[in-house]
Structure formats: C-alpha cells, structure tokens
C-alpha cells in the first residue's frame, strides 16, 4: 500500500499595534495562535499537479507546489512528480520563456570570470526579480554563442535527497555533472574529451543499475550524443585533420579503455580504435569534403546506436506525432513566430516537449514549434518505424530502375510495411512505393 503522510502547514499571523490620535500607542500584540492545515498527498494529488504543468507559465509557483507535495508525500510519489517537474523546467526553458526571452539577455554584463552571476550585482529591479524567481525555480544561466540561455540546475534539486529515492538520487547526480559544467556548446566539446568518456561510464553505470528506470530514456539519450562527440568529434571540435586524428582524442580512447575495459561502450571502442590504428590513425575524411565527412557521421552514430541499443531504443522514450493537415514549423510557439518549413500531411514527427497547445518538433533536419491543433499521438513500433539517412527516392517498385515517384527528406520519420529483397514498402505524403533499405536506420 502506498505510503501517504499529512504535511502540517503553519501560518503564523503577526498583528502589529494601530494608534489613534492623541492616545499611547497600544502594546504590541502577541502572534495569534498557530492554525494547522493538514493536507494528504493522494494519487489524484499527483495526477492534478502532472496536468498543470500542460499550460503552467510560473515555475516559482509551481516548485511551491512541488515542495509541498515532496514534503508530505511517498518516496514513489515524490519520484514521481520530481521527474514531471524536471521535464517541465526543460520544457518550459525553449517554450515558455520567450517572452522574457529579450529581458534575460541583459544577464550578460553580470557574468564574473567564473561564468558566475552575482544576483546582488544586478541594478536592475525588474531583471533581479526575474533571475531571483527563475533561479529558484531550479534555473541557471550560461552563456552560449553569444546569447544568454537558461539550463535546468539539477544540482540544486538535491536538496531533496530526503524524500526522493536513491534512483532518483543518482539520476540528479548524473544529470548535475552536466548542469555543474556544459559538455558542450557553439558547435564544440568544452571539457576535456577524457571527461566526456567519464561521462559516457556515468551514464552506462546508470541504466545497468537501473534497468527499468523512468528515466532511462533521457540518460540513453545523454549517453548517444556522449558517444557522437567522443567518438566523432563536433564541427568545432573535429576528431581529425587531414594530418590524421587528433591526439587528445586517441589519448582519450586510452584513457578510456584502460579505466572501464569492462563497459559495453569499451568493447565497441576497442573494435573501433583497432580498425584506425591498422590504417595509422589516418583521418577518416579530407578537409572540404562534405560528402567525406556526412559518411563518416553516419558511421560514428551506426557505432553509437549500436552501444545504445543493448540497453534499450531512444525512440521508445520520445514522443512521435502525427500531423493530420499540413502543418508548419515556426521559429517560437505561437502564431507569430516565423515559418520555417511546412510539414506534409500524414508525417510522422518527433516531439522533444508539449506544452501549452505547442510540440517543439523535429523532421527532414528542421526544428521548431508546431501547433497540437494538428497533431496526434503515435505510438513507436519497434519493427515497423524506420528514419530516412538522406534524401531517399521512393519509387513505384523495389528496383533501382523502377520509376521515380517522389523524394522523401532525409531525417524523416517513416512506417515500412514489409521488406522485401532490401527493398521496404512505405508511403509519404499520400504516395505508396518502395525505398532501399540501405538508406534507412533506426530512429
């Protein structure tokens, strides 16, 4: 039986002395007597609170909320809405905050040499109150490709160890060391490539110890785009020069190899790292080649997907819509948000978040806000969904020669029928016909 305990809530009213005129002012009276409201923490409690966080436009008032449910709540509640308060924060950082969006841009000047704001050196009022209301919701600023940007502070969210799980415990710990210091930004690793496969351990320790975690999708994730940047490097950050491949990478695989040789992550390296020694660390594209360099990140993800996949699929923790009209993408979640790209009717999308009748989506390599108005729930099939590597042909047979129906853009979402002869049966915006299967993965 779930565990629920009552919180007692005190208010004490202190009432301060009046005067009347010409009369000695009264004696301070004593505080009124404290008043108790006891208030039990149920399952609707729990589903209600979930609900508001839909359309929620003040993360102070709900970490208020929040705090009083893990006070009075079970150790499986209070896991329970600390995971939905932190998907919100996450969301509500892209989605919600463009409104002050302008406003948290004056941040800039208060940074130190830490990267560190003093919240008593802001002259502002009104700018102090927001980061004041925003850093208490659970909020911290960096500054990124020259703007300021909000991330979710999940150190400070540990102040809840007392109510919360030893699961959940190791999770905030885990996403901390993010949160603690960005693995990267501008197009660039930040830390030290020998960190970033600690990182990769950290999140291999984590879903190994829990396997059935609610929150195992976000650290599969965590732990793909760990694996992308070691592996692979990033635009600014490349793992090679035509000169061969850069030694504080391959310092890192040493490192890495040596210190966890018993990861799964390690077994795959270890394959990968003998494949380039034999061909002497020679760069595995030329410089100005994109055709070279698209290649190689496909293979880099092929390696990362496959270590990801012995823990679970990614795909079956994101969220897949739907678009039931042709739909637009827009650069922020309202109708006044510029129009970036238009998404075909019957296009399955991914979604990183809902809230307020708005999906920040991804398809066909673009990203943005689309409306829920037009939008519905797909549930991931395994065996059936596959994602477009490049743009694909589909044609009217499972035949390189068969005739050209359409194109369908890379990174797109689709259902394949069956597979036939290296060939899959699918569809796109409307059109039945075949694609090579060597231009699909896994999403």
């Known amino acids: 039986m779930r565990r629920v305990l ?4 005190v208010f004490t009213i202190i009432l301060s002395a009046c005067t009347t005129g010409g009369e000695a002012p009264e004696e301070t009276k004593k505080p009124e007597e404290t008043q108790k409201e006891t208030i039990v923490v149920t399952e609707k409690t729990v589903l209600e609170f979930k609900e508001s966080l839909k359309t929620a436009d003040d993360p102070f ?15 499986e509640q209070s896991d329970t809405v600390l995971a939905d308060y932190m998907r919100y924060l996450r969301t509500y950082s892209h989605m919600g905050m463009s409104k002050d969006w302008d406003k948290l841009q004056e941040l800039e000047p208060y940074f130190d040499a830490t990267d560190n704001i003093d919240p008593e ?13 925003l850093t208490g919701a659970g909020y911290k600023f960096i500054r990124v ?31 901390a060391m993010d949160s603690d210091k960005v693995w990267a930004m501008d197009a660039g690793i930040v830390i030290s490539i020998k960190e970033l496969g ?9 879903i190994k110890k829990y396997p059935d975690s609610e929150l195992k999708g976000d650290v599969l994730r965590d732990l793909r785009n760990y694996l992308s940047g070691f592996i692979g490097g990033l635009d600014n950050t490349p793992v090679a020069t035509d000169g061969g491949y850069i030694k504080e990478y391959l310092d890192a695989y040493g490192d890495f190899l040596q210190k966890y040789p018993d990861t ?5 390296l270890k394959k990968y790292y003998d494949d380039i020694k034999a061909k002497g660390f020679a760069a595995p594209y030329k410089e100005g080649d994109p055709a070279g360099r698209l290649d190689f990140k496909w293979r880099v993800e092929a390696i990362a997907d496959g270590i990801v996949s012995k823990f679970g699929s990614v795909a079956e923790y994101t969220e897949l819509l739907k678009t039931t009209e042709n739909l637009v993408i827009r650069s922020r979640p309202d109708t006044k948000g510029e129009l970036l790209f238009v998404i075909p009717k019957g296009t399955i999308i991914t979604a990183d978040s809902i809230w307020n009748g708005w999906a920040a989506v991804h398809t066909s390599g673009w990203s943005g806000y689309s409306s829920m108005d037009y939008l519905v729930s797909v549930k991931y099939d395994a065996l059936h969904h596959y994602m477009t590597l490049w743009n694909v042909n589909l044609r009217e047979g499972p035949s390189s020669d068969s005739k050209i129906l359409t194109q369908i853009p890379a990174q797109t979402i689709i259902f394949i029928d069956e597979v036939t002869g290296g060939w899959g049966k699918t569809s796109h915006v409307g059109i039945s016909g075949y694609i090579s299967m060597s231009y699909v993965k896994k999403p």
């Open 6 to 9: 009552a919180v007692l809530i």
């Open 61 to 75: 008032e709900v970490r208020k909320k929040l705090d009083i449910i893990l006070a009075s709540g079970s150790e």
């Open 121 to 133: 050196s802001i002259t502002d009022p009104s700018l102090k109150e927001l980061y004041s209301s």
């Open 145 to 175: 490709e020259g703007s300021v940007e909000p991330i979710v502070d999940y150190r400070s969210l540990e102040s809840y160890s007392d109510s919360i799980s030893d699961e959940m415990k190791d999770y905030l710990k885990f996403k």
């Open 198 to 206: 600690e990182r990769i351990a950290a999140a291999e320790e984590y």
């Open 264 to 268: 799964d992550s390690a077994v795959a």
